[in-house]
């Protein structure tokens, strides 16, 4: 089990700074650091990742999809590749972990599969509210 909080206060992975974690894992539980700049995601501020409306959050949302780079796209990398880290189980290795999770989490933006995914859900969603 993975659990983190940004170390600016937010309840998730960060990249404005770095974040705490803990590992727990064979019956015990470690604490770490983790630092985006260690995979090159540079500092963002917080009015970086602030949301907005549900138009400006879907906007953000599908153009983080189709692959535009910023720090909304670091941030979500990061916190993507700690689910996947954590789903594929830890080793002990936070960081051989995490970096494992943001290849899949970057292949899986860059192929296309996550915004294809995403419309599925939409259609659906859409199709079960008409029926509803």
Do not use: C, K, Y
């Not at 206060?9 to 803990?22: I, K, N, Q, V």
């Not at 985006?36 to 949302?61: H, K």
């Not at 535009?68 to 080793?91: C, I, K, R, W, Y």
């Amino acid at each position: 089990m993975l659990l983190f909080r940004g170390d600016d206060g937010l309840d998730e992975l960060t990249t404005t700074t770095t974040s705490t974690a803990w590992i727990v894992r064979d019956g015990g539980v470690t604490q770490g650091a983790i630092d985006p700049s260690v995979w090159g995601m540079a500092r963002s501020v917080p009015e970086d990742l602030r949301g907005g409306d549900v138009t400006v959050n879907v906007g953000v949302a599908r153009r983080v999809f189709a692959g535009e780079q910023g720090p909304v796209m670091d941030a979500v990398l990061l916190n993507a590749s700690a689910a996947l880290a954590a789903h594929a189980g830890l080793t002990g290795d936070l960081t051989a972990d995490l970096s494992a999770g943001l290849e899949r989490a970057r292949a899986a933006i860059a192929s296309g599969a996550v915004a294809d995914l995403v419309e599925r859900w939409v259609s659906v969603s859409t199709r079960l509210a008409a029926e509803a």
